[in-house]
């Protein structure tokens, strides 16, 4: 069985896990679904690691590989949320997200090929793990929209159950808050992304920006999360009820997410990004 094929597996246990762990409320296999997800994201860093070292560079230069460092990067950055907001409700759909993702990876063509010399820059490792931290970031805070818009019932009960507050860290339990603060998380990473593909631009072709389509795009995900944070303060002043001010705001997570999608994936399919060098396409 390949290693691919045992992470995965990892992921549907951390699921499962998660699932049980909703439904009995129990302390124990709290623990476990952490435990579990955690050995998923060590095998799936295996997969990481060993790419690495099979191909000799960073294993990002094209679509499989990639995609199998997103799931990594969707647990990793799950694990370490959970652990500063003591929040687990979330993480059956993370873990599906990364098994997912890293199922979509194995579908793909595994083929290790050299990297082209403008790729073959330290910078290339700093740009692709700031921005993939911040697309999991993105991706986690999309789960919590969803969990808000399709059981906004259960989402009441747990902000005004004082059993489930954290009051030492201060955080409020309603889930379009929490999206909101996953949000304010992944954000410098993604504008770090942004600055430090730049400067790698500059070094590699001469110009910090080319209004390449990637680049283009990547402009546009940056402006809406921007946007987005500033939601609070605009939405408050349009003389909305109180109660519609969350739904606007996790919905406006949908559509971000979308765009973050269109940005990662989507761009290949369009013709006038076929000739990019920024494009992840099985190739």
Same mark, same amino acid.
């Given at each position: ?26 302390? &124990? ?6 435990? $579990?997800?955690? +050995? *998923? @994201?060590?095998?799936?860093? %295996?997969?990481? !690691? ?74 290339? &490792? ?6 993939? $931290?911040?697309? +999991? *970031? @993105?991706?986690?805070?999309? %789960?919590?929209? !969803? ?137």
């Amino acid at each position: 069985m390949s290693m691919i094929n045992v992470a995965l597996i990892a992921y549907i246990a951390a699921s499962i896990a998660y699932i049980v762990k909703e439904v009995w409320w129990s302390h &124990t296999i709290r623990f476990y679904a952490s435990g $579990i997800l955690g +050995a *998923a @994201f060590i095998l799936n860093g %295996i997969i990481v !690691i060993g790419r690495w070292i099979q191909s000799g560079h960073a294993p990002f230069a094209n679509l499989y590989e990639s995609l199998v460092f997103y799931a990594l990067c969707i647990s990793f950055v799950y694990l370490v949320l959970e652990a500063i907001y003591k929040f687990r409700v979330v993480g059956a759909l993370a873990s599906v997200m990364a098994l997912l993702v890293l199922a979509y990876a194995s579908m793909q063509d595994e083929t290790i090929r050299p990297l082209m010399p403008a790729l073959q820059s330290n910078w290339l &490792t700093v740009h692709v793990i700031t921005y993939f $931290i911040g697309y +999991a *970031a @993105f991706g986690i805070s999309f %789960i919590t929209s !969803i969990v808000f818009l399709v059981v906004r019932p259960f989402t009441k009960q747990i902000a005004n159950n004082p059993e489930t507050a954290d009051a030492s860290a201060g955080t409020p339990r309603t889930f379009d808050k929490l999206g909101y603060q996953i949000v304010a998380f992944g954000f410098p990473f993604l504008t770090l992304g942004m600055i430090t593909g730049a400067v790698w631009a500059k070094k590699a072709w001469g110009d910090y920006w080319s209004w390449d389509p990637k680049e283009t795009w990547s402009l546009i995900t940056w402006l809406v999360y921007l946007a987005y944070l500033h939601l609070p303060l605009v939405l408050p002043r349009m003389n909305l009820k109180k109660a519609k001010i969350p739904i606007i705001q996790s919905v406006c997570l949908l559509i971000a997410f979308g765009v973050v999608a269109f940005t990662y994936l989507g761009l290949s399919y369009l013709p006038s990004a076929s000739e990019s060098e920024h494009i992840y396409g099985a190739k």
